[in-house]
Every structure is written in structure tokens, then in C-alpha cells.
């Protein structure tokens, strides 16, 4: 986010477990993957915290109903060869 107010800070972290997150994320420093991690930590808890709320409500009727509608897939994919791509399964 631009213009957000920053902080210095000193913590304690493993400096394996930095430098693996730096060169997996592409963050050019530690407190760009701090960064990183902290927006996919709130990105995930609040998903988190949405499904567990989501669950707490029973489906309406109209809901219920909308499960029984007739769908078609279709992924516009019948030229592509996924068996020479990644192979057939038993």
C-alpha cells in the first residue's frame, strides 16, 4: 500500500528461513519478505475467518435449489491431448 506509515523494528529470525522466503518470493530484502508475508498472512486469516463465518450459516432455500440446476462444463479445450501432455492413469 503507498504511503503507509513504516516502522523500524528489531526482531529475531532465522537467517535459512529468510533467505529461502527471499528467494522463493523475489523480495530484494528481509523486510521486503516480512512485507510479503505479513499481506499473504492477513489475506489468508481473513479468508479463513470468512469460511469458518460462511459455515455458521445454513444454505437458504434458494440456495439449496440452485444446486439442483443442470450445468454444462465446458472448458473450450477438446483440441488439447492431456494424456500425451501428462500421461494416462491406471
Known amino acids: 500500500m ?12 532465522d537467517r535459512q528461513k529468510a533467505r529461502a522466503a527471499m528467494d522463493l518470493s523475489g523480495g530484494r530484502s528481509v523486510s521486503a519478505v516480512i512485507d510479503i508475508a505479513l499481506d499473504r498472512l492477513i489475506r489468508t486469516e481473513r ?15 434458494d ?5 439442483d440446476l443442470p450445468v454444462r462444463l465446458d472448458l473450450g479445450d477438446e483440441d488439447v491431448d492431456y494424456d500425451a501432455i501428462y500421461g494416462t492413469t491406471p
Do not use: C, F, N, W
Not at 503507498?2 to 529470525?13: E, F, N, S, Y
Not at 479468508?47 to 432455500?61: C, S
Open 63 to 67: 440456495e439449496l435449489l440452485l444446486s
Open 2 to 13: 503507498v504511503g503507509m506509515a513504516r516502522d523500524k523494528v528489531t526482531i529475531t529470525l
Open 47 to 61: 479468508l479463513r475467518h470468512d469460511i469458518a463465518a460462511y459455515g455458521l450459516q445454513p444454505l437458504t432455500e
